[in-house]
């Protein structure tokens, strides 16, 4: 523990912008994982325990797809339609079946996923750790902002979460689609008697989260190292997120996923071993003060 280090960081205006700027960034990845898994429950009722899994197939296709456009944007537009292509074979062939089984039984077929997944990313791209490297794009000074520093791709993460986020939200809120998701995820009975195919209502949300997923592996794979697994702590951290923000809650996943962010980027200068127990422990009063969540429903 080092609190004197994180009273001098919030006291100076150059480590809370450059803090400050690794918690969005750190909350944009995690929003966007977070947000196709809440998607897939609070329409489905299904968690997606392989969600993770499809985060790293995103950055490992977006690694790919750099290496033969050298284009960063193009590269990250092939992942995340990649990744919603494979969500959908995956939930046609496999997750339909098991909508209506126990848990354990979802849990199953999204652990084998994972495992399966594991190995293949070894036999296409190697055990070793792989990095894209920055983008030629964004090999720029950075910007300094009250004497802190903050790389010119985290301000594309960031509002690259942000356009996403209103696109999400138009998309939910405003449009014909959005209205016949809500209905689906409210009544799914009173949806097919209007004459509404749920089952390819829950394909298509099955894929766009999915889709998101492997939005979020691309954004990642310029900053962070790829390896097989890697989807998994990233998992644990987007279910953190998802009962902060209200399992089921979109705009939740964005206030959970910004709160968790900075969190860890914080709480790494005063309490660097306690990184992990932090995150539970913000869960743990959250859920204390409001045990549906942030922004959740209460259970009628």
Known sequence: MDPIALYECVTSMSCIVTQTSTGLIVG?????????LTLIFGVLGVINFAHGSLYMLGA????????????YVLSAVI?????????????????RRVYQAEVLLQLLVCYALILIM?????IIWGAEFQSMGMPAAFQAPPLFIFDGIVPVFYVFMICASGVIALVMWYLLTRTRIGKVVR???????????????????????????GALAGLAGALAAPVRS???????????ESFIVTVIGGMGSVSGALVGALVIGLVR???????????????FLAMALILILKPSGLLGKEPR
Do not use: C, Q
């Open 183 to 209: 209905a689906a995820a409210h009544n799914p009975t009173m949806t097919s008697v209007l004459g509404l195919n749920t089952t390819w209502i829950y394909a298509g949300v099955f894929a766009f989260g």
């Open 118 to 122: 594991d190995d293949a990313v070894k």
């Open 265 to 279: 980027s914080f709480g790494s200068i005063g309490f660097p071993l306690f990184v992990e127990g932090i995150m």
């Open 226 to 236: 790829m390896s097989p697994g890697m989807g998994f702590s990233i998992l644990i």
């Open 28 to 36: 944009s990845l995690l929003f966007l994982v977070a947000a196709g």
């Open 79 to 95: 992942s995340g339609a990649g990744v919603g292509l494979f969500s959908l074979i995956f939930e046609r062939f496999f997750m």
């Open 60 to 71: 490992y296709l977006a690694l790919s797809a750099y290496r033969i456009t050298d284009s």
